[in-house]
Every structure is written in C-alpha cells, then in structure tokens.
C-alpha cells in the first residue's frame, strides 16, 4: 500500500519561507513521478509543481520563480521549498504519487499539511 505522508506545513507571514516534506512508503519511489497540489478554501484542487523520475520539474504559473521541488531517492522524499510566500498561497498542500515515471494520475494522495500566510 502507496502511502505518502506530509509534513512541515505551518503559519508564516508574508515574505516568509517554509520547505514542505512528503515521505513515500511502500513504493519503488525512485520510479514514480511525484507532486504538490493545493486547495484553498471554497477552491478546486490545482497543482502546484510536479516532478518526474528522471527529475524534470513543471510549476503552476503562480508559483514559478518562488517555489522548488525536488526529490532524495535515497530517502523516498519530495520537497516543496516555498519562498516569497503570499497570503493567496494559503491553503492545504496534498503529496501526489504519481502513475508512472512520468504520469501524474495515480490515486495515491497524502492526508495534507495547512499552510497559512498572514500577517
């Protein structure tokens, strides 16, 4: 059973930083593509940054420049460094496992982390 599991989420104000942790167990993680979704209150869930296997990375417009992720295989753990952060990037941040080494449309989701930007 694929279970991802977040952490690291917090409240911070604007400008701040936090860095998001996703642990995967029970996969060949190495082999999977992975990525970070979000849903704000009264939202739809969006992607926010995907990552494949063989490590090319994709961004939501509203979060290029700001946000990073990446991968440790050895740990079977994705990151979400989020920088510059804003109050429009509060929300509940899910970790996706995704179908493939590419593919982002598996079912396997984290229970999510809130991230709260205020002042």
């Known amino acids: 059973q694929v279970q991802p599991v977040e952490s690291g989420g917090g409240f911070v104000q604007p400008g701040g930083s936090l860095r998001l942790s996703c642990a995967a167990s029970g996969t060949l993680f190495s082999s999977y593509a992975m990525g970070w979704y979000r849903q704000a209150p009264g939202k739809q869930r969006e992607v926010v940054a995907t990552i494949t296997a063989g490590g090319t990375t994709n961004y939501a417009v509203s979060v290029k420049g700001r946000f990073t992720i990446s991968r440790d295989n050895a740990k079977n753990t994705v990151y979400l460094q989020m920088n510059s952060l804003k109050p429009e990037d509060t929300a509940i941040y899910y970790c996706?496992?995704?179908?493939?080494?590419?593919?982002?449309?598996?079912?396997?989701w984290g229970q999510g982390t809130q991230v709260t930007v205020s002042s």
């Open positions: 996706r496992h995704g179908l493939d080494r590419v593919r982002m449309d598996g079912n396997y």
